[in-house]
């Protein structure tokens, strides 16, 4: 059996991510752990469209997200994965190419309207997930 939990450094990745271990750790199942970096175009613009910003903003993103997660995965056996891209569609094209059994995402709870505006992961992976997909609830802290 295989699990894949798309974490980030929030409250809603956190939850994610202990769900995922649990899981994994009651069915005997694999697990990867995988954060998306993703450098929103209205960021790349900000920053004058300059590479090594959004690099370097990519790069804190993942140490933010590693800082915040790992601790929570150590000696769990998960793999860790870094990759690029828009996180929902990477999560489901890991998925499809893993043969994943289930999917674990955080759900942040932005609301209707905000998801209009911002997106959301979460609607994203259950509808073009090949597989379960497990949306952990929860209040930010």
Known sequence: ???????????????????????????????????VSHVPATVLAAMGGVPT???????????????????????????RLDLEGYPPDALVDLATSEKADLVVVGSRGRGDLASLFLGSTSHRVVNHAPCDVLVVRGEEA
């Open 1 to 35: 059996m295989k699990i894949i939990v798309g974490v980030d450094d929030s409250a809603a990745g956190e939850r994610a991510a202990r769900r995922a271990v649990d899981y994994a750790r009651r069915l005997g199942a694999d697990l990867d752990v995988v954060f």
């Open 53 to 79: 910003i959004g690099e370097d903003f990519a790069g804190a993103q993942r140490t933010a997200v590693w800082d915040r997660i790992g601790p929570i995965i150590e000696g769990t056996g998960a793999r």
